[in-house]
């Protein structure tokens, strides 16, 4: 009675193991939320509160990396500058960081009387959106310079090597040194060797 008891004792540890497995792992219904968890439904949201079509919308959100972030770029650039949300939908959409995008659009928008209107397109060409805002800001902030000027000074500080000339050596290059080619005398005919004759082979 008491192997039989010990038998029953060590088949029921397997199946103990399974149960606790089972229950170990997360249903895939209780990880798909439907609330403003889900940056999907966020993202979607907030694009149709700035007067986005249902269909840019959605085309938008599915495709993002980021829903949450694109959106943000967006609203925030609607409600913080005169830009449309269409036109900020375009730009965020194409930039590697929307919200460094958003920063530098508001921030130069701010910071001038009048809004330029291309400076959506100075902030989506940078690399360094941010960056090219503190400079456009710093420049303004002391020399009296138009936002279209400053943003061309900023712009084109951003790729020092675009500007170089063709014929540029970096310094710690040397040009080659070009040598004439020798010239070769050509081997009389009597000094070249003659090749042997060879006997045919008769089968």
Do not use: W
Request: charged share 15%.
């Amino acid at each position: 009675m008491a192997r039989r008891k010990k038998h029953i004792q060590i088949a029921a540890i397997p199946l103990a193991i399974a149960v606790l497995a089972i229950s170990t792992v997360p249903s895939v219904a209780a990880t798909i939320t439907t609330s403003y968890r889900n940056s999907f439904r966020v993202c979607t949201a907030r694009l149709l509160s700035v007067g986005i079509t249902d269909v840019a919308a959605a085309n938008a959100c599915a495709a993002a990396l980021n829903p949450r972030t694109l959106s943000s770029c967006v609203v925030s650039i609607e409600q913080r500058t005169e830009i449309a949300a269409g036109d900020a939908l375009a730009t965020c959409r194409q930039v590697r960081r929307p919200d460094e995008l958003a920063t530098c659009v508001v921030g130069i928008s701010q910071t001038s009387q009048e809004q330029p209107a291309n400076v959506l397109d100075y902030c989506g060409r940078s690399l360094l959106p941010v960056r090219f805002a503190e400079c456009v800001v710093g420049l303004r902030s002391e020399i009296n310079f138009t936002p279209v000027q400053a943003m061309d000074s900023c712009i084109d500080a951003s790729d020092p090597l675009g500007n170089l000339s063709p014929t540029f050596v970096p310094a710690i290059q040397t040009p080659g040194i070009q040598t004439s080619p020798v010239p070769i005398t050509p081997v009389p005919p009597e000094a070249q060797p003659i090749p042997a004759l060879t006997e045919p082979v008769t089968p």
